[in-house]
Protein backbone atom coordinates (compact mmCIF):
# COMPACT_ATOMS: atom_id res chain seq x y z
CA UNK A 1 0.00 0.00 0.00
CA UNK A 2 1.46 3.45 -0.77
CA UNK A 3 1.51 6.00 2.19
CA UNK A 4 2.73 9.00 0.29
CA UNK A 5 1.02 10.98 -2.26
CA UNK A 6 3.29 13.67 -3.87
CA UNK A 7 1.49 16.77 -5.85
CA UNK A 8 1.58 17.86 -8.08
CA UNK A 9 2.19 14.52 -10.63
CA UNK A 10 4.89 16.72 -13.01
CA UNK A 11 6.12 20.51 -13.04
CA UNK A 12 8.03 21.97 -15.13
CA UNK A 13 9.85 25.95 -14.24
CA UNK A 14 12.41 28.26 -15.77
CA UNK A 15 16.26 27.86 -14.32
CA UNK A 16 16.90 29.60 -10.99
CA UNK A 17 12.66 29.86 -10.14
CA UNK A 18 12.06 27.58 -6.94
CA UNK A 19 9.91 24.40 -7.09
CA UNK A 20 7.63 23.32 -4.46
CA UNK A 21 6.50 19.89 -4.40
CA UNK A 22 3.80 18.25 -1.93
CA UNK A 23 3.69 14.70 -0.46
CA UNK A 24 0.53 13.68 2.27
CA UNK A 25 0.23 10.38 4.22
CA UNK A 26 -2.74 8.37 5.90
CA UNK A 27 -0.75 7.59 9.28
CA UNK A 28 1.50 8.19 12.15
CA UNK A 29 5.22 8.46 11.29
CA UNK A 30 8.49 8.36 13.19
CA UNK A 31 9.70 10.31 10.27
CA UNK A 32 9.62 11.53 6.79
CA UNK A 33 12.11 10.89 3.67
CA UNK A 34 12.59 12.74 0.48
CA UNK A 35 14.46 10.86 -2.59
CA UNK A 36 15.94 12.01 -5.75
CA UNK A 37 16.13 9.15 -8.97
CA UNK A 38 17.23 10.79 -12.39
CA UNK A 39 15.87 9.16 -15.54
CA UNK A 40 16.15 5.11 -14.73
CA UNK A 41 18.78 5.46 -12.21
CA UNK A 42 18.66 4.46 -8.52
CA UNK A 43 17.38 6.75 -5.71
CA UNK A 44 19.11 8.91 -3.70
CA UNK A 45 18.66 10.02 -0.14
CA UNK A 46 18.18 13.84 0.27
CA UNK A 47 16.71 14.72 3.28
CA UNK A 48 15.04 13.14 6.46
CA UNK A 49 12.82 15.25 8.65
CA UNK A 50 11.52 13.91 12.01
CA UNK A 51 7.75 13.66 13.52
CA UNK A 52 8.82 16.45 16.35
CA UNK A 53 11.01 18.66 12.96
CA UNK A 54 8.67 21.35 11.45
CA UNK A 55 11.55 22.29 8.83
CA UNK A 56 14.63 21.55 8.11
CA UNK A 57 17.37 23.25 5.30
CA UNK A 58 20.13 21.32 3.09
CA UNK A 59 21.77 23.85 0.60
CA UNK A 60 19.08 24.33 -1.40
CA UNK A 61 16.38 22.05 -0.25
CA UNK A 62 13.68 22.96 2.28
CA UNK A 63 11.84 20.24 3.70
CA UNK A 64 9.13 21.28 6.02
CA UNK A 65 6.61 18.60 7.97
CA UNK A 66 2.97 19.48 9.40
CA UNK A 67 1.93 16.33 11.16
CA UNK A 68 -1.50 17.51 12.18
CA UNK A 69 -2.16 18.04 8.62
CA UNK A 70 -0.31 14.53 7.73
CA UNK A 71 1.48 16.54 4.58
CA UNK A 72 4.97 17.44 3.67
CA UNK A 73 6.63 19.89 1.10
CA UNK A 74 9.99 20.03 -0.41
CA UNK A 75 11.82 23.31 -1.85
CA UNK A 76 13.63 23.76 -4.39
CA UNK A 77 15.06 26.82 -4.81
CA UNK A 78 17.19 28.34 -7.84
CA UNK A 79 16.78 25.64 -9.26
CA UNK A 80 19.20 24.29 -12.05
CA UNK A 81 18.45 22.35 -15.36
CA UNK A 82 20.63 19.32 -13.42
CA UNK A 83 17.82 19.16 -10.83
CA UNK A 84 15.37 17.72 -13.48
CA UNK A 85 14.45 13.94 -11.81
CA UNK A 86 11.47 12.30 -10.22
CA UNK A 87 10.97 13.26 -6.61
CA UNK A 88 9.61 11.04 -4.02
CA UNK A 89 8.38 10.96 -0.31
CA UNK A 90 9.04 7.77 1.80
CA UNK A 91 7.24 7.36 4.97
CA UNK A 92 8.55 4.81 8.12
CA UNK A 93 6.50 1.89 9.93
CA UNK A 94 9.12 0.62 12.26
CA UNK A 95 9.36 -3.14 11.92
CA UNK A 96 8.05 -5.27 14.78
CA UNK A 97 10.58 -6.60 17.29
CA UNK A 98 13.46 -4.96 14.65
CA UNK A 99 15.21 -1.81 14.92
CA UNK A 100 15.61 -1.30 11.00
CA UNK A 101 12.88 0.53 8.69
CA UNK A 102 10.27 -0.42 6.06
CA UNK A 103 9.54 2.77 4.21
CA UNK A 104 6.75 3.39 1.85
CA UNK A 105 7.00 5.58 -1.43
CA UNK A 106 4.90 8.02 -3.16
CA UNK A 107 4.21 7.99 -7.02
CA UNK A 108 6.73 10.90 -7.57
CA UNK A 109 6.74 14.36 -8.98
CA UNK A 110 8.60 14.38 -11.98
CA UNK A 111 10.22 18.16 -12.16
CA UNK A 112 11.49 19.30 -15.33
CA UNK A 113 13.48 22.20 -15.23
CA UNK A 114 14.22 24.30 -18.43
CA UNK A 115 17.34 25.85 -19.08
CA UNK B 1 24.69 4.15 -6.03
CA UNK B 2 27.59 4.05 -3.53
CA UNK B 3 28.60 0.68 -2.59
CA UNK B 4 25.45 -1.49 -3.86
CA UNK B 5 25.56 -3.57 -7.18
CA UNK B 6 22.93 -4.80 -9.31
CA UNK B 7 23.57 -7.51 -12.37
CA UNK B 8 22.98 -7.47 -14.82
CA UNK B 9 21.79 -3.72 -16.05
CA UNK B 10 19.38 -5.21 -18.63
CA UNK B 11 17.75 -8.58 -18.56
CA UNK B 12 15.57 -10.19 -20.75
CA UNK B 13 13.65 -13.23 -20.26
CA UNK B 14 11.46 -15.83 -21.83
CA UNK B 15 7.75 -16.29 -20.82
CA UNK B 16 8.15 -19.24 -18.64
CA UNK B 17 11.69 -18.87 -17.92
CA UNK B 18 12.93 -18.38 -13.78
CA UNK B 19 15.98 -15.71 -13.99
CA UNK B 20 17.94 -13.87 -10.91
CA UNK B 21 18.56 -10.63 -10.35
CA UNK B 22 21.72 -9.99 -8.41
CA UNK B 23 22.50 -7.88 -5.49
CA UNK B 24 25.71 -6.96 -3.58
CA UNK B 25 26.75 -4.82 -0.86
CA UNK B 26 29.81 -3.70 0.54
CA UNK B 27 28.00 -0.91 3.35
CA UNK B 28 27.79 -3.60 6.05
CA UNK B 29 24.14 -2.95 6.25
CA UNK B 30 22.23 -5.48 8.13
CA UNK B 31 18.62 -4.79 6.51
CA UNK B 32 18.41 -4.97 2.70
CA UNK B 33 15.15 -4.46 -0.05
CA UNK B 34 14.03 -5.59 -3.43
CA UNK B 35 11.26 -3.14 -4.90
CA UNK B 36 9.70 -3.28 -8.28
CA UNK B 37 9.25 0.34 -10.31
CA UNK B 38 6.67 0.37 -13.27
CA UNK B 39 7.00 3.38 -15.51
CA UNK B 40 5.54 6.81 -13.98
CA UNK B 41 4.84 4.99 -10.58
CA UNK B 42 6.65 4.49 -7.09
CA UNK B 43 8.25 1.11 -5.63
CA UNK B 44 7.12 -1.24 -4.41
CA UNK B 45 8.32 -3.44 -2.14
CA UNK B 46 8.84 -7.14 -3.06
CA UNK B 47 11.03 -8.45 0.14
CA UNK B 48 13.33 -7.40 2.57
CA UNK B 49 15.63 -8.77 5.14
CA UNK B 50 16.78 -7.72 8.60
CA UNK B 51 19.64 -9.81 9.03
CA UNK B 52 20.93 -13.14 7.57
CA UNK B 53 18.91 -16.05 6.97
CA UNK B 54 15.85 -14.18 7.30
CA UNK B 55 13.57 -12.66 5.21
CA UNK B 56 9.80 -11.49 5.06
CA UNK B 57 7.58 -10.43 2.34
CA UNK B 58 6.38 -7.10 1.09
CA UNK B 59 3.33 -5.99 -0.58
CA UNK B 60 3.92 -8.06 -3.80
CA UNK B 61 5.99 -11.09 -3.42
CA UNK B 62 3.66 -13.21 -5.18
CA UNK B 63 5.92 -14.71 -8.01
CA UNK B 64 9.28 -13.91 -6.76
CA UNK B 65 11.56 -15.30 -4.03
CA UNK B 66 14.81 -14.14 -2.27
CA UNK B 67 17.58 -16.33 -0.03
CA UNK B 68 20.24 -14.41 2.51
CA UNK B 69 22.48 -16.53 3.39
CA UNK B 70 25.15 -13.55 3.43
CA UNK B 71 25.31 -10.62 4.80
CA UNK B 72 26.75 -9.02 1.37
CA UNK B 73 24.19 -10.64 -0.89
CA UNK B 74 20.20 -10.51 -1.18
CA UNK B 75 19.67 -12.24 -4.69
CA UNK B 76 16.01 -12.11 -5.93
CA UNK B 77 14.49 -14.53 -8.37
CA UNK B 78 11.44 -13.84 -11.05
CA UNK B 79 9.41 -16.88 -11.19
CA UNK B 80 7.32 -17.94 -13.87
CA UNK B 81 4.59 -17.46 -11.57
CA UNK B 82 4.96 -14.02 -11.89
CA UNK B 83 2.52 -13.29 -14.60
CA UNK B 84 3.99 -9.43 -15.62
CA UNK B 85 7.71 -9.53 -14.37
CA UNK B 86 8.17 -6.42 -17.47
CA UNK B 87 9.72 -3.62 -14.86
CA UNK B 88 12.70 -2.02 -13.01
CA UNK B 89 13.68 -3.54 -10.00
CA UNK B 90 16.20 -1.70 -7.33
CA UNK B 91 17.84 -3.07 -4.75
CA UNK B 92 18.35 -1.57 -1.43
CA UNK B 93 20.37 -1.13 1.99
CA UNK B 94 19.74 0.69 5.10
CA UNK B 95 21.52 1.14 8.81
CA UNK B 96 18.78 3.00 10.66
CA UNK B 97 16.85 5.53 8.99
CA UNK B 98 17.76 6.17 5.12
CA UNK B 99 17.83 3.76 2.86
CA UNK B 100 20.61 3.63 0.02
CA UNK B 101 20.13 2.12 -3.47
CA UNK B 102 21.29 0.50 -6.61
CA UNK B 103 21.43 1.48 -9.86
CA UNK B 104 19.10 -1.01 -10.53
CA UNK B 105 17.84 -3.81 -13.04
CA UNK B 106 15.59 -3.44 -16.08
CA UNK B 107 13.62 -7.03 -16.49
CA UNK B 108 11.93 -7.43 -20.09
CA UNK B 109 9.86 -10.58 -20.76
CA UNK B 110 9.61 -10.87 -24.15
Known amino acids: SQQGEEDPQALSIQEGENATMNCSYKTSINNL ?30 VTLDTSKKSSSLLITASRAADT ?25 LLTVNP | DGGITQSPKYLFRKEG ?55 ESFPLTVTSAQKNPTAFYLCATSNIDEQFFGPGTRLTVL
Not at chain 1, 44 to 54: G, K, T
Not at chain 2, 17 to 22: G, K, M
Request: with cysteine.
Open chain 2, 17 to 71: QNVTLSCEQNLNHDAMYWYRQDPGQGLRLIYYSQIVNDFQKGDIAEGYSVSREKK
Open chain 1, 85 to 109: ASYFCATDGRYSGGSNYKLTFGKGT
Open chain 1, 33 to 62: QWYRQNSGRGLVHLILIRSNEREKHSGRLR
